[in-house]
């Protein structure tokens, strides 16, 4: 795993982008509703502070409306005027008489004509009236307004204001509306894609042969259903639709910006070329700090599991303190990577934050300079500052976001070159069925087999098996006794000769119809998570109870079984390990009995089996294997001298065949092997080639 992170792509692979993508296509309708939402959220957010300069401006300050004379029902009397509000935004004709509102101090004036925005006038006197000047001298007619009067004339603004505010907070509102419902519906959608994505390379990985997980380790594959799978609903929910969120704002903002004030925007956009850089060199180093913490990671994890699956050893051994100096230094490598990309992280934000800062304080500095010589209204100038601090936060999300697309390219390659990986060992296109009854007939014809050719692990191996035989598999460890029993249940492929069962080719059967008649039990056994019975029936629910418990009892099972608490809905914890060695043997010899498989295979079956228990297995022994061929595989001879033919194997090749007295009469490497285990009983009847040793002596285990 540690190789695989040093050797992944560093950038985004586009052929597995494109792939990921398409992993999101069954669920476009979640992710487009999604899209969606991120739109209306996105355009609330841009509104608020448009709409708070339309309210600044037309309706607040008091220079936005232009009145003029009518008699309407709309007219609003101020003395001896009768005025009607224009809307804003549009001027009058030239030819009708024109009045606004001016503020000098904290008194409101009705000027008739409209003055430049933003202009510092003088209240005079001039033959008996009151005229604003302006700094060029310009005299405008005006009346000051009492409180009733500025009230009354000033209640269509208010209740514009009114309304605004409404809008305000129905804005806010469908902002928080439409992120909730596009967090929800986002999240639901991204866990319903992975879940069906853990179930694809779940049942993907159940395909698979054997050959497939000695190459990769448990670890790699965990990894590739937990860890790989998460990365992948970072990219849905934080950066794929939300992405589009960070777009539309750096878009909306920009358009909205020139839509105010063209050269405003430009004023504001002069740092952008700078941000730009930042991020893309942020990028460059980002990737490779990114990088070196996953290789830092992995490496942590591996540690971890490695001692923890030893910790025997390592307490046994004393080497604790070894092991912590070892992993210590693991650790500190990962610290320090971590602190290498936190630095980056703490160098590029407070630099974007501080160029925001920069551009804020930019547009107040020419904002008040504009304002004041009367170039754009108050409004423009508030909007402006709101929109240029919301312009910094997308783009610091969208170089947040680029960190999790690479995370995600890279654990989607490794999760397709997962499922890309097709099982060698496959269905024939038109299997043949076992003919009815099935008998358990096999044969071995000329078989030689390679994990990795040509290092040939069995060599030219030729035997035949007939129905309800009992036949036996000697020799040294590597002789291939083990492969000969994976070769039966078709775990690999032979690579010359072929193996057939009941006369036909395994080849051409189908995988679950041979596995099904063949049972097997193993030294190692393991135990699933879950109670005595589901493990005895492996939570088939077409295996009934009763059927459970018989062969439960066939096996002596039973014995134990209904002395623990709850009987046979005990729990069992993790690979058993709360029940000992021989009682985890009974559980699997139960199971094997509860399938009634046509051939068992007894792979070192008995091997940690202490004598008692192995007396009550060799009482069951005869029920297990009535009516059924079965296999036995057996480093203590004492296990298999009934057997009908024992087979003995040396450096692949089938070297002897008989039974426990013939092979013994040859003096071969069955008698070696015999000697060698009861050589002292041997030794005490001083007759090494005595005929009564032929005849069946059954000497203590050294």
Known sequence: MIQEEENARQGINPHVLRRLLGLARPFWKGFAIAALLVLVATGANLA?????KVAIDNHILPTGRVWVVDQGPEAIQVGDLSLRPYPVGIHPPQGEPRYTLQSVGKTTYLVKGVPPTQTTFQVQQIAGQTVLVDPLGRSYPAQRLTAQQLATIRQADLSAVYRLTLIFLGIVAAQFVATFAQTMVLTRTSQRLLIQLRQRIFDHVQQMDLSFFDRNPVGRLVTRMTNDPQALNDFFTQALVTSLNDFAMIIGIVVIMFQLDAHFALVAMTLLPVIVAMVWFYQLRARKAYRNVRIKLAKVNAMLAENIDGMRIVQIFRREKKQHESFDATNREYLDANMRQLLLFSIFYP???MLGSFATALM??????????GAVAFGVVYAFLNYIQQFFRPIMDIAEKFDILQSASAASERIFALLDEQPKLQDPPHPIPLPQPVRGEIRFEHVWFAYQPPRWVLQDIDFAIKPGQTVAFVGHTGAGKSSIMSLVSRFYDVQKGRITFDGIDIRELSLQELRRQVGVVMQ???LFTGTIADNIRLENPQIPMNRVIAAARAVHADRFIEKLPDGYQTKVAERGATLSAGQRQLIAFARALCYN????????????????TEQLIQEAMATLMRNRTTLVVAHRLSTIQHADRIFVLHHGQLREAGTHQELLARHGLYYQLYLLQYKEELSRRQSAFSPAVGQGISPQRS
């Open 48 to 52: 608020r502070p448009y709409l708070l």
């Open 351 to 353: 630099a974007i934050d």
């Open 364 to 373: 107040i500095w020419y904002g008040a300079h504009s304002f004041l010589a």
């Open 524 to 526: 190692d056994v393991f």
């Open 597 to 612: 498989p046509a051939v068992l295979i007894l792979d070192e079956a008995t091997a940690n089996i202490d004598t008692e």
